[in-house]
Structure formats: structure tokens, C-alpha cells
């Protein structure tokens, strides 16, 4: 079950079937792979977890909310969850060095790298003074995030401006109305922001507001820059969690995975069309620079 779209999740699928390959599972010889897109809307993860118990699969692979979902449809069935933000505070686990239960996966840390972000937001722009927090108030992931931004901008003397986003047509009115009241926008890491990364993009450029994200894929969509978990590094990591499971293994005794490798993307095209330029220190780090 994906949070957002087929094309928005391309490569992270990709990731995941390769990986699964590569442990011997290919797809329409050994192994079958139902695909489930919730295009941004949350509410649809509960009627997919319902028609996979249904259907009674074998393992349900799932993203960010979707985890809570599959739990609440089926006791049995083994989930894993390749991208979470918050799998304690959700719910989905009771611990994440012995998950108990039938779910387990990986976790994307996105609050916990929120200050990282706004430290390499202020770094790449001396100047920042205000930034303005896109969030999604319907993700409870994305409102914990807010509060360590709101905390790591306490220390560094930024002030924070709220910009909710509870649906698609929030999107544009959002981002423009804080065009005057803030040097750049940090949109928290959430499926429903991935899902409509072009519109975010789009407009923020519209505006003149330097974007900073914790999606890859964002910046390569058009936003400045982005830092956080190697998305396509979880996926594979749950095509290990799933063999596992397949070859006997229970969810309840698989621990959690934290992210190992974290991944600095700057996109030049956009920093050029914001009349803004990447100080050294941070291209040096980039892991990926878009031209």
C-alpha cells in the first residue's frame, strides 16, 4: 500500500523489487505483488488493508500511515512498514527493539533530522530570519516534526510561521499567503506533500520562498533542497525484512531499523531562477546536485 502514487513512488518500488529479486523472489514467477495506491488520501489505506485480509495475503507492505491501518484490519497477517516517521508514537509497535505483534519495518526519523534540516536551511541562507512550516494537520508525523522545527528555531533565533495544508486546494493559498512574512519554507516530510511536490514547488518558486524537504524526490522536483533518510534504502531494507518473513521469521521478533544512510540533495536550477547560490560548505556535502 503506497501513501502516494505509483509515479511518486517509482524508484522506491523499484528499489524494493530489486532487492527482492536479488534474495530470490521475482515477480510472476515466485512470488505475486498486488499494488495499492492511496494517492495522498489517508482514508483509503483502511479499504486496501481490508481487501488484502480478504484476499489473505501473505505479508502486506506498507508506508507512513498505512501501517496503523493494516494492524487495526488484521492481527495475523504480517505487516511491515518500509518508511515511518513516528511507529511508536502512532501506535504500530510497542517497542522498537521487540516490536511484539504481527508489525514491524523501518524508520524514516523525519523529526528527529528536523533540526539538521533548518540548521543546512540557515547555513545555506545567512540571512534567514523567518522560515514558514508547511504541515499537514491531519498527519500526526508531520505535526511532531512542526514542534522540533519550532524547537530547533528557538535556539537558533528563527521565528516560525504555521502554513496548514489540510487538503489539495489548501496547497497554493498557503504558501501565498506567507510569501510576505517569511525568508523560506520547510515542508515536513509527509506522503500528502510528496504526492503534490510540483504544485509546493511550483508555487513556493512562484513566490521567490527557498524550500527545504525531506523527500529526495522533492528536490529533485523542483525544490532547493532536501536532507533526510535514503528513501530507496529503507524499500530495500523491507524487501529484507519481507524474505525474512516469508522464509519463517515473525514480525514480533524483528526489530525496528533506523536509517543508516541520509542523503543532501541541492538543486542549482531552482537556487539560479531564486537568484540564490550554494555556499561551499554545503556542496561539498551534497550527496546529489541537480543541474
Given at each position: 500500500?503506497?501513501?502516494?502514487?505509483?509515479?511518486?513512488?517509482?524508484?522506491?518500488?523499484?528499489?524494493?523489487?530489486?532487492?527482492?529479486?536479488?534474495?530470490?523472489?521475482?515477480?510472476?514467477?515466485?512470488?505475486?505483488?498486488?499494488?495499492r495506491?492511496?494517492?495522498?488520501?489517508?482514508?483509503?489505506?483502511?479499504?486496501?488493508?481490508?481487501?488484502?485480509?480478504?484476499?489473505?495475503?501473505?505479508?502486506?507492505?506498507?508506508?507512513?500511515?498505512?501501517?496503523?491501518?493494516?494492524?487495526?484490519?488484521?492481527?495475523?497477517?504480517?505487516?511491515?512498514?518500509?518508511?515511518?516517521?513516528?511507529?511508536?508514537?502512532?501506535?504500530?509497535?510497542?517497542?522498537?527493539?521487540?516490536?511484539?505483534?504481527?508489525?514491524?519495518?523501518?524508520?524514516?526519523?523525519?523529526?528527529?533530522?528536523?533540526?539538521?534540516?533548518?540548521q543546512?536551511?540557515?547555513?545555506?541562507?545567512?540571512?534567514?530570519?523567518?522560515?514558514?512550516?508547511?504541515?499537514?494537520?491531519?498527519?500526526?508525523?508531520?505535526v511532531?516534526?512542526?514542534?522540533?522545527?519550532e524547537?530547533?528555531?528557538?535556539?537558533?533565533?528563527?521565528?516560525?510561521?504555521?502554513?496548514?495544508?489540510?487538503?489539495?486546494?489548501?496547497?497554493?493559498?498557503?504558501?501565498?499567503?506567507?510569501?510576505?512574512?517569511?525568508?523560506?519554507?520547510?515542508?515536513?516530510?509527509?506522503?500528502?506533500?510528496?504526492?503534490?511536490?510540483?504544485?509546493?514547488?511550483?508555487?513556493?518558486?512562484?513566490?521567490?520562498?527557498?524550500?527545504?524537504?525531506?523527500?529526495?524526490?522533492?528536490?529533485?522536483?523542483?525544490?532547493?533542497?532536501?536532507?533526510?533518510?535514503?528513501?530507496?534504502?529503507?524499500?530495500?531494507?523491507?524487501?529484507?525484512?519481507?524474505?525474512?518473513?516469508?522464509?519463517?521469521?515473525?514480525?514480533?521478533?524483528?526489530?525496528?531499523?533506523?536509517?543508516?544512510?541520509?542523503?543532501?540533495?541541492?538543486?542549482?536550477k531552482?537556487a539560479?531562477?531564486?537568484?540564490?547560490?550554494?555556499?561551499?560548505?554545503?556542496?561539498?556535502?551534497?550527496?546529489?546536485?541537480?543541474?
Amino acid at each position: 500500500m503506497g501513501a502516494s502514487s505509483r509515479t511518486a513512488q517509482a524508484e522506491w518500488t523499484a528499489a524494493f523489487v530489486e532487492r527482492l529479486r536479488e534474495l530470490g523472489w521475482t515477480e510472476g514467477q515466485n512470488i505475486a505483488i498486488e499494488y495499492r495506491w492511496a494517492e495522498g488520501r489517508r482514508d483509503r489505506f483502511a479499504e486496501f488493508a481490508a481487501e488484502f485480509v480478504r484476499r489473505d495475503v501473505d505479508v502486506i507492505l506498507t508506508d507512513g500511515g498505512g501501517a496503523l491501518a493494516a494492524k487495526q484490519a488484521t492481527s495475523t497477517i504480517p505487516v511491515v512498514f518500509a518508511v515511518a516517521a513516528d511507529p511508536l508514537g502512532m501506535g504500530v509497535v510497542s517497542s522498537l527493539s521487540r516490536p511484539g505483534g504481527n508489525v514491524t519495518g523501518s524508520s524514516v526519523q523525519a523529526s528527529d533530522t528536523a533540526g539538521k534540516r533548518l540548521q543546512l536551511l540557515r547555513e545555506t541562507l545567512p540571512l534567514l530570519r523567518r522560515v514558514a512550516v508547511l504541515v499537514n494537520p491531519n498527519y500526526r508525523a508531520a505535526v511532531l516534526e512542526t514542534g522540533e522545527v519550532e524547537a530547533a528555531a528557538q535556539k537558533l533565533g528563527l521565528e516560525v510561521i504555521r502554513a496548514e495544508i489540510p487538503r489539495v486546494e489548501a496547497i497554493a493559498p498557503a504558501i501565498e499567503g506567507v510569501r510576505d512574512r517569511a525568508d523560506a519554507l520547510y515542508v515536513c516530510t509527509d506522503s500528502f506533500a510528496n504526492s503534490n511536490r510540483e504544485l509546493i514547488n511550483s508555487t513556493a518558486l512562484t513566490v521567490s520562498l527557498p524550500t527545504m524537504h525531506g523527500f529526495r524526490e522533492m528536490a529533485m522536483a523542483g525544490g532547493l533542497m532536501s536532507f533526510g533518510a535514503s528513501l530507496p534504502g529503507l524499500f530495500r531494507r523491507a524487501a529484507e525484512t519481507v524474505d525474512k518473513i516469508l522464509r519463517g521469521a515473525k514480525p514480533a521478533d524483528l526489530p525496528v531499523e533506523q536509517p543508516t544512510t541520509f542523503d543532501l540533495v541541492i538543486n542549482l536550477k531552482t537556487a539560479r531562477a531564486l537568484g540564490l547560490s550554494f555556499p561551499p560548505s554545503i556542496l561539498v556535502r551534497a550527496d546529489l546536485i541537480v543541474e
